[in-house]
């Protein structure tokens, strides 16, 4: 820069002060997300229990927080949760809402419902989805985000611990335990659920987006995924029965067990469990959530968490 060229000058230069605020912007964000503590986990087992403890840190390189859908920064957390080491299936699913599911064998969360309702009206029973598309949480490639509380948590499929753990090839993989202490597995499974020898294949949901519109008293419009409530399950219409699981063999359980999978369409992540969760993953306090309302200014303006740290600035992008 010419010694000459001043403050005051170079403020006629708005274009040239907006790509500089957005340079420092993106290298504070990308400083955030790769200056991590290292990923810490503890699994031990007492004859009756499966114990993890661990800060949430991923093992594998995480998307860039804060950005423009999220703005939190991620920081360590203090999980300590226990499964039963033999889980046993519920007469009947399970449901639940604002809890984490499961934790992943990295320590971090699978937690898949997010804190948007419409018109920012829990009791409105309509619940956006966070992979229907109208709204955007700031994911990763990994399909996790940040909670305001600085927890990185997963929404889908962990495509980097995938491929930490599995590689490039089709495997199948244990990617972590649900709540009720059933092992969670990756997209591919056996093509016959009891037959090691069969091949692998990417397993099926067995939901679908309802057909016809939205009755009154709702967002209205045609069922198209956004929320929740768009979708059904249809018993048989894929691999997976209604917890998003069957029963079958995997290589670590190869005299079978109920499982888990965690798929590419909805749910992403199970919305019920097959047993009965242990009281270790209730959230206690508030969940996280409120990452801006979806296009078209539907749903609630900002929530916890919507104010940038200290810090960065608001995003230039």
Known sequence: MHPDMTLSRLSAFPALLL???GVVFV???LAASTQLPPSQVKITTDGKYRRIQANGIPDHTPGQFPNRNNPNVIAPQNYDYK??????VAGK???YRMQPFGIAVNGVVFDPFAAEWWKGDPSSGWQYEPHGGAINLGLDSSNAHVQPNGAYHYHGI??????KL????PKMTLIGWAADGFPIYG????SEAKDAGSGLKKLATSYAIKQGTRPAGSPGGKYDGSFVNDYEYIDGAGDLDASNGRFGVTPEFPAGTYYYVLTNEYPFIPRQFAGTPDASFERRGPPGGGFGPPPGGRGRRGGPGMRPPPGFPP???
Not at 166 to 169: A, P
Request: proline share 22%; charged share 10%; net charge neutral.
């Open 83 to 88: 499964v039963p080491l033999k889980p046993q």
């Open 315 to 317: 995003p230039p992008f």
């Open 166 to 169: 599995g590689g490039d090839q």
């Open 187 to 190: 997209p591919w499974g056996y």
């Open 19 to 21: 790509r500089i605020s």
């Open 27 to 29: 290298s504070a964000c």
């Open 158 to 163: 962990p495509n980097g611990l995938l491929e």
């Open 93 to 95: 699913p399970v449901a």
